[in-house]
């Protein structure tokens, strides 16, 4: 198709179009509730996202072929890339993942519009929330077609491309940012049901069915999408760390902490119909959030590894969508915040309750949000001041964002044994005191293996281990087994209602998460050394030896390898290859790390280079526990989805 | 439950936000945001004696600012986890042809510190471990990444706050090489 380009440039603006009428029709629609204008609207809706689907298609074709007349390939890809990265290389820069971000958003809409046709009971709420999300979709589609167009043709043909930054040609890439726009398009969902309880004045227990499961779905994308990245940094980029507390990852942090807040308080609403106007903030400030995390990166305001774009003009035209984006609705909070739940006959809870405990985790999401969004923007606030541009860095983040989740994971296990409305302290003081007690003979069996572990090392790995008993406690609550005969037990947890089967994986997987952050901030360890080829060097009781140094081909790059031999102290050995890596048409150098992955820990060859004069520098890191950050992470992404498959669809009364 | 004042914070702090990333992008566009107008107590005194354990195994068995007394240096203060660091290695890298740049890496894991160093090559003729800030704030340093440059007599010529550029370089940083009689 030599004008595929053009038919999806075409097919981008019908798009545009298509989203003023979702955007019209739906609130008209609801407004008057007309059937036929929400119907046109929907319709609009997904009409709307095959359009975006052409022209994305068209787009990723463009890039197969190294279509080199169309200038965005022409910058960012080469005729020697192989074809996944050809693929990812679509949204590998500024205009082609803001495209991806259109598909996504338009994706939403069309499963919003899917809802909407079926439901009977909450249309007009669902209809004015497909309407905001037209809203979003008609900015985002106006900002590519009108400052960003990734379809541009360029009058005079190149030879070939100008390749793509070496470090995003991964792997990594191809999945990483589309699962984190997953995720932060999803929070738009949540946040267009917010801005639909404001226009209606009402934010109840109907509301918060409806909404709850888009959050929950956005949640599990954005956890994956962050835990992916965090993968991607580590075993491909050859990092050697997990998480740096740059710009670009808090953007992503941020958003998650609130959605995590999120998820949690609308379970109040929906189970006790409280807390509705902290609810539609914490909705309004998780897609802003995301939106002000994009717009960070991507104006060139912050300094980051990560950057692909600094452009401050699109920055301003970004800053410009989100004052209205955000503004608006944040305005009209302040008008509508008191009305959200007039019609609700809301009853007081105890201060010892469920409801407190929620409401103690949320407070201590938001405040470690706002935590790590004083240390992002602390740098630009400074420069704003004095005009010095610093970076407050790991030690900031580590000493503030640390005690506040220690105190959420002390209090976590307890949350779910607490009865709404209010707790008795003598039942729930029968049901804690075997749990700590597991727990310290859990601790202290630890404390025997390992020897040497500092104050903070034992707490983490306490916490760990309280989380683990606290999920294990609620499973036997199910079962039973406090008060009921042991025979039906295993029968009652089949029947384990889906959502609390889920919350308890997610838990687990915070439990699992926090271990293997202990493991890696408290046990890890490294050998630096220079060696000859045949010499060797020892770490932990295992045995290395740098076996050779030779140079290797790749597809389009050129490399040195380094070859170890691990000979651990039960005679087994292995091989580590490790490359730097020279790319000549980007004229830039990459480290590809020899990682061996195990049940325990990791361990990392990174080859620093070298002359066979001089010796050859070789790195071996010891990451104790540190895939267990990887595994709690993916069974909180499989504890969201599950959580979302079993939730009610409407309101059930109890 | 109708209107209450808490409801406006929000919207305040948003707006509070957007003020002050508009100022950022406005002078970004203007190319008046430099990083060089606060003051330097530092500048003009004599550069205290700071002693470190060195980052890396050299033929040195520590890092000393008295070894280098009776001539010119420059100290560059930085950290693998900082990104302004990363986006002036190649200046730093430029400016260690002209004189010797010892490096104070601040408040760093020892293998990140060298990973920086594989991946954004090392201009320094030696680096000092500051682990906790310590020696930073006994030569003035507040933020990172600073740089200073030191006369042979030990008087601190030039305290530069924030990354170096081609900007700095063709401005305060030629300056002061100028000022040591050094050509640029």
């Given at each position: 198709?030599?004008?595929?380009?053009?038919?999806?440039?075409?097919?981008?603006?019908?798009?545009?179009?298509?989203?003023?009428?979702?955007?019209?029709?739906?609130?008209?629609?609801?407004?008057?509730?007309?059937?036929?204008?929400?119907?046109?609207?929907?319709?609009?809706?997904?009409?709307?996202?095959?359009?975006?689907?052409?022209?994305?298609?068209?787009?990723?074709?463009?890039?197969?072929?190294?279509?080199?007349?169309?200038?965005?390939?022409?910058?960012?890809?080469?005729?020697?890339?192989?074809?996944?990265?050809?693929?990812?290389?679509?949204?590998?820069?500024?205009?082609?993942?803001?495209?991806?971000?259109?598909?996504?958003?338009?994706?939403?809409?069309?499963?919003?519009?899917?809802?909407?046709?079926?439901?009977?009971?909450?249309?007009?709420?669902?209809?004015?929330?497909?309407?905001?999300?037209?809203?979003?979709?008609?900015?985002?589609?106006?900002?590519?077609?009108?400052?960003?167009?990734?379809?541009?043709?360029?009058?005079?043909?190149?030879?070939?491309?100008?390749?793509?930054?070496?470090?995003?040609?991964?792997?990594?890439?191809?999945?990483?940012?589309?699962?984190?726009?997953?995720?932060?398009?999803?929070?738009?969902?949540?946040?267009?049901?917010a801005v639909a309880a404001l226009i209606e004045g009402r934010a109840d227990a109907r509301w918060a069915v409806l909404a709850r499961r888009w959050v929950l779905l956005a949640w599990a994308a954005l956890t994956a999408g962050i835990a992916l990245g965090s993968w991607w940094a580590y075993y491909e980029l050859g990092w050697g760390g997990w998480w740096f507390w740059d710009p670009v990852e808090n953007a992503s942090l941020m958003p998650w902490l609130v959605a995590t807040a999120l998820i949690h308080s609308l379970r109040v609403v929906e189970k006790r119909n409280l807390f509705h106007s902290w609810t539609v903030l914490l909705a309004i400030l998780g897609f802003g959030l995301s939106l002000i995390g994009t717009f960070i990166v991507r104006s060139g305001l912050l300094t980051s590894v990560h950057a692909f774009t600094n452009d401050p003009t699109r920055g301003i035209v970004i800053l410009v969508i989100i004052m209205i984006a955000v503004g608006i609705p944040l305005m009209l909070y302040a008008m509508r915040a008191g009305t959200l739940g007039r019609d609700t006959m809301a009853e007081a809870h105890a201060l010892f309750s469920r409801e407190t405990a929620l409401q103690a985790n949320n407070l201590l999401l938001v405040v470690t949000t706002v935590t790590v969004l004083t240390g992002t923007l602390y740098p630009l606030v400074i420069e704003a001041v004095n005009g010095a541009r610093i970076s407050v860095g790991p030690p900031f983040f580590e000493a503030s964002v640390g005690p506040l989740l220690g105190l959420m994971l002390f209090?976590?296990?307890?949350?779910?044994?607490?009865?709404?409305?209010?707790?008795?302290?003598?039942?729930?003081?029968?049901?804690?005191?075997?749990?700590?007690?597991?727990?310290?003979?859990?601790?202290?069996?630890?404390?025997?293996?390992?020897?040497?572990?500092?104050?903070?090392?034992?707490?983490?790995?306490?916490?760990?281990?309280?989380?683990?008993?606290?999920?294990?406690?609620?499973?036997?609550?199910?079962?039973?087994?406090?008060?009921?005969?042991?025979?039906?037990?295993?029968?009652?947890?089949?029947?384990?209602?889906?959502?609390?089967?889920?919350?308890?994986?997610?838990?687990?997987?915070?439990?699992?998460?926090?271990?293997?952050?202990?493991?890696?901030?408290?046990?890890?360890?490294?050998?630096?050394?220079?060696?000859?080829?045949?010499?060797?060097?020892?770490?932990?009781?295992?045995?290395?030896?740098?076996?050779?140094?030779?140079?290797?081909?790749?597809?389009?790059?050129?490399?040195?390898?380094?070859?170890?031999?691990?000979?651990?102290?039960?005679?087994?050995?292995?091989?580590?290859?490790?490359?730097?890596?020279?790319?000549?048409?980007?004229?830039?150098?990459?480290?590809?790390?020899?990682?061996?992955?195990?049940?325990?820990?990791?361990?990392?060859?990174?080859?620093?280079?070298?002359?066979?004069?001089?010796?050859?520098?070789?790195?071996?890191?010891?990451?104790?526990?540190?895939?267990?950050?990887?595994?709690?992470?993916?069974?909180?992404?499989?504890?969201?989805?599950?959580?979302?498959?079993?939730?009610?669809?409407?309101?059930?009364?109890? | 439950?109708?209107?209450?004042?808490?409801?406006?914070?929000?919207?305040?702090?948003?707006?509070?936000?957007?003020?002050?990333?508009?100022?950022?992008?406005?002078?970004?566009?203007?190319?008046?945001?430099?990083?060089?107008?606060?003051?330097?107590?530092?500048?003009?005194?004599?550069?205290?004696?700071?002693?470190?354990?060195?980052?890396?195994?050299?033929?040195?068995?520590?890092?000393?600012?008295?070894?280098?007394?009776?001539?010119?240096?420059?100290?560059?203060?930085?950290?693998?986890?900082?990104?302004?660091?990363?986006?002036?290695?190649?200046?730093?890298?430029?400016?260690?042809?002209?004189?010797?740049?010892?490096?104070?890496?601040?408040?760093?894991?020892?293998?990140?510190?060298?990973?920086?160093?594989?991946?954004?090559?090392?201009?320094?003729?030696?680096?000092?471990?500051?682990?906790?800030?310590?020696?930073?704030?006994?030569?003035?340093?507040?933020?990172?990444?600073?740089?200073?440059?030191?006369?042979?007599?030990?008087?601190?010529?030039?305290?530069?706050?924030?990354?170096?550029?081609?900007?700095?370089?063709?401005?305060?940083?030629?300056?002061?090489?100028?000022?040591?009689?050094?050509?640029?």
């Open positions: 198709m030599p004008h595929g380009t053009e038919i999806g440039h075409f097919a981008l603006a019908l798009a545009f179009g298509l989203t003023i009428t979702q955007a019209l029709a739906l609130f008209a629609g609801a407004r008057s509730s007309s059937a036929g204008m929400i119907r046109l609207g929907w319709q609009a809706a997904i009409m709307a996202f095959i359009l975006v689907v052409i022209s994305f298609a068209m787009l990723t074709l463009a890039f197969l072929r190294s279509d080199f007349s169309v200038a965005l390939v022409a910058s960012h890809s080469h005729s020697l890339k192989p074809w996944l990265y050809k693929v990812s290389g679509v949204w590998g820069n500024h205009e082609g993942s803001l495209l991806l971000w259109v598909l996504i958003l338009t994706l939403f809409g069309a499963l919003m519009a899917g809802q909407l046709r079926r439901i009977s009971d909450g249309r007009s709420t669902m209809a004015y929330a497909l309407s905001i999300q037209g809203m979003i979709s008609l900015a985002f589609i106006g900002l590519i077609l009108f400052t960003s167009n990734p379809f541009l043709r360029l009058t005079s043909l190149p030879d070939d491309g100008n390749g793509l930054n070496p470090i995003l040609q991964d792997p990594g890439l191809a999945f990483h940012p589309p699962m984190l726009y997953l995720g932060y398009v999803g929070l738009s969902v949540g946040f267009a049901f209090f976590l296990p307890v949350a779910p044994l607490l009865a709404w409305k209010q707790a008795s302290f003598s039942k729930i003081w029968r049901q804690i005191w075997p749990m700590l007690m597991i727990t310290a003979v859990l601790l202290a069996i630890v404390l025997m293996l390992i020897s040497g572990m500092n104050a903070f090392a034992i707490a983490t790995i306490g916490l760990g281990i309280w989380v683990m008993t606290g999920v294990a406690a609620d499973l036997f609550a199910v079962m039973g087994l406090w008060r009921q005969h042991p025979t039906g037990a295993w029968r009652r947890l089949r029947g384990i209602p889906l959502p609390r089967l889920g919350m308890n994986l997610a838990h687990l997987g915070v439990a699992v998460f926090t271990i293997g952050v202990a493991g890696v901030s408290f046990f890890d360890d490294e050998v630096i050394k220079r060696l000859q080829i045949g010499d060797h060097m020892t770490s932990g009781d295992a045995q290395f030896t740098l076996t050779s140094v030779a140079p290797v081909i790749g597809p389009n790059y050129n490399a040195t390898a380094a070859t170890v031999i691990k000979t651990a102290a039960n005679g087994e050995s292995s091989e580590f290859i490790s490359e730097i890596r020279t790319f000549p048409v980007a004229r830039s150098q990459t480290t590809e790390a020899a990682i061996q992955t195990g049940f325990l820990g990791d361990t990392y060859v990174v080859f620093g280079g070298g002359t066979p004069e001089e010796g050859f520098v070789i790195h071996i890191y010891e990451k104790p526990f540190i895939t267990w950050i990887w595994g709690g992470a993916g069974l909180m992404v499989i504890g969201g989805i599950i959580t979302m498959l079993g939730h009610p669809t409407r309101r059930q009364e109890a | 439950m109708t209107f209450r004042p808490v409801f406006i914070i929000p919207v305040l702090v948003f707006f509070l936000f957007v003020g002050v990333s508009l100022w950022g992008l406005l002078a970004i566009t203007n190319g008046n945001r430099d990083t060089q107008s606060i003051g330097f107590s530092m500048q003009g005194q004599t550069i205290p004696s700071v002693t470190l354990p060195l980052l890396k195994v050299t033929d040195q068995d520590e890092f000393s600012l008295n070894n280098w007394q009776g001539q010119a240096y420059a100290i560059n203060v930085w950290a693998s986890w900082c990104p302004p660091c990363r986006a002036e290695a190649p200046a730093i890298e430029r400016l260690s042809d002209h004189l010797p740049v010892l490096g104070i890496n601040q408040r760093d894991e020892q293998e990140n510190a060298l990973d920086f160093l594989n991946t954004f090559g090392d201009p320094y003729t030696a680096i000092g471990v500051d682990r906790d800030g310590r020696a930073s704030i006994e030569i003035g340093v507040q933020a990172l990444p600073e740089t200073l440059i030191i006369g042979p007599d030990g008087t601190i010529i030039l305290h530069h706050r924030g990354p170096i550029f081609a900007n700095e370089m063709n401005g305060v940083i030629r300056d002061a090489l100028i000022t040591l009689g050094i050509t640029p």
